[in-house]
């Protein structure tokens, strides 16, 4: 039975993914992935290109932080048939290790018989040799880049696949969109704060709770599924726009309530399924 396996680099997913639908590169924060659609729609893609072979899994592959998987990484690597693999982001902010981790993965799955299709988005030269080894091993594989992918991706990269394809940002565009300036989608549910919050800390609560994305909500009850705390990408602003309401440093005490109160009232908004 044939079965095709998708190899995608986040960096370059993401990265040129922002490019696509605005025109130049835009920060990760700035960015809402929805995990579900994309994971959809590189299925119904890899399917096209291997006249309906059967899944093996989606490879995702990204960098983390030195304190760990962003909340949106863990999301990702909830979804059916989506294996997280993470190298890390070194201090000026490079993806290390990654590449060989692709590499790797579709070497041994060709050499294995794992595998007879492989779908590969991504634009690093580096991977030139993994695909040459694959197709030794009887492995086509389908390079899929995002508009434009002939400037994004490494010619010699492009001149190996077997085949060519291109997501324009219509495509791109169901699972990957710009923050624009937030407007509040959901209230904050009232909740008694406790006495151990000022006034200002508890306005910047309100805020930031108030104006957080439904999407980012289920990420967020997601990561409290497998870990405890707020993820980095939460727990700093939050910290800092208190810090700045306030004019001075938060105690331990106040970002210990703080960092509770807003898992309790984010938890206790109305669910919703990534």
Request: hydrophobic share 40%.
């Amino acid at each position: 039975m044939s079965r095709v396996a998708i190899f995608v680099d986040a960096g370059y997913f993401l990265t040129q993914g922002s490019v696509t639908i605005t025109g130049s590169k835009q920060a990760r924060s700035e960015l809402r992935l929805n995990g579900a659609a994309a994971q959809a729609a590189l299925i119904q893609f890899a399917r096209e290109k291997s006249d309906n072979a059967r899944l093996l899994r989606t490879y995702w592959y990204d960098a983390q932080l030195r304190t760990g998987p962003t909340a949106e990484q863990i999301a990702v690597g909830s979804i059916d048939y989506v294996k997280l693999r993470l190298g890390v982001l070194n201090g000026f902010g490079e993806q290390k290790g990654v590449d060989s981790l692709i590499v790797t993965d579709l070497i041994e799955l060709a050499r294995n018989g794992a595998i007879s299709e492989a779908v590969l988005v991504s634009g690093d030269e580096d991977l030139r040799i993994a695909v040459q080894i694959a197709q030794s091993f009887g492995v086509t594989v389908h390079l899929l880049g995002l508009a434009p992918a002939r400037g994004s991706q490494s010619p010699s990269l492009r001149q190996e696949a077997d085949t060519l394809s291109e997501w324009d940002v219509q495509t791109v565009g169901t699972f990957l969109t710009a923050n624009a300036v937030p407007a509040p989608v959901i209230a904050p549910v009232p909740a008694p704060v406790g006495d151990e919050l000022p006034a200002e800390a508890v306005r910047v609560l309100d805020e930031t709770i108030g104006a957080l994305q439904t999407d980012t909500v289920g990420i967020l009850k997601t990561f409290w599924e497998q870990r405890t705390g707020l993820p980095p990408e939460q727990d700093r602003p939050l910290m800092a726009k208190c810090r700045d309401a306030l004019g001075r440093d938060l105690s331990r005490e106040e970002m210990r309530d703080l960092r509770r109160t807003f898992t309790e009232r984010v938890q206790a908004l109305p669910a919703y399924v990534i």
